[in-house]
């Protein structure tokens, strides 16, 4: 039988804590490199209050005024965090806490065809 995930919880990067996101799936993808957006918000990903991922979002516009944004979210997990339910937690914990701390409306996600994990 799987071993089940521990506690996850959110929190936000501290100072010098950018080595998480090293680890993530991004570097899977070798996506590490592209330009970073100006609105991206981040937090660290815990497992019984270990780091070992990171989830982010970024605005997405569907019209002229503000009310027409939505968040897109995403999440980069390491590889020994995969597979146990860690990142449908971590991103439902997410999406609550973008509906409860902002006013936005819609949130999306999106994931390359091959990622059998995220799907």
Partial sequence: MARRAGEVGL???EPGEESVEEASVWDDWGV???PRLTDLGRMVVT???VAVGSVSWHSVYYGPNVAS???NIGIGLA???RGR???SRAQRMLVEHLFDTT???RIEASTDVENIAEH
């Fill in 69 to 71: 944004r939505c968040y």
């Fill in 103 to 105: 006013a936005v409306q």
């Fill in 79 to 81: 590889r020994a965090a």
């Fill in 32 to 34: 590490r490199d592209a």
């Fill in 85 to 87: 339910g860690i990142g």
């Fill in 47 to 49: 497992e019984d209050d």
């Fill in 11 to 13: 929190r936000p990067f």
